[in-house]
């Protein structure tokens, strides 16, 4: 495929690019590390595609360990109140 044409914006939406940065194997970082090398005019498109897909993923992930914590602490409170109070005789 001809990347030679890429803004960052196209390497962010290229599902190959996108499992080199999030997956990467020995096929992808082979594969993605030639390119650069062969292209350095687009080595800037490709760190700022390539920070703009990470904080994608950091910001997730964050979203989804917040909502993981919400969603327990709301299970916790109806665990609570849904637990009989001892009553002292």
Request: hydrophobic share 35%; net charge negative.
């Amino acid at each position: 495929m001809d990347f030679s044409n890429y803004s960052a914006r196209d390497f962010v939406l290229n599902d190959s690019f996108q499992k080199w940065i999030l997956e990467p194997d020995e096929e992808t970082n082979a594969y993605w590390e030639e390119w650069i090398i062969s292209n350095p005019n687009k080595s800037e498109a490709v760190e700022e595609a390539r920070a703009l897909i990470q904080s994608i993923k950091s910001t997730i992930e964050k979203n989804i360990k917040c909502d993981r914590d919400e969603v327990w602490e709301r299970i916790t409170k109806d665990i609570n109140k849904k637990q009989p109070t001892s009553k002292s005789l």
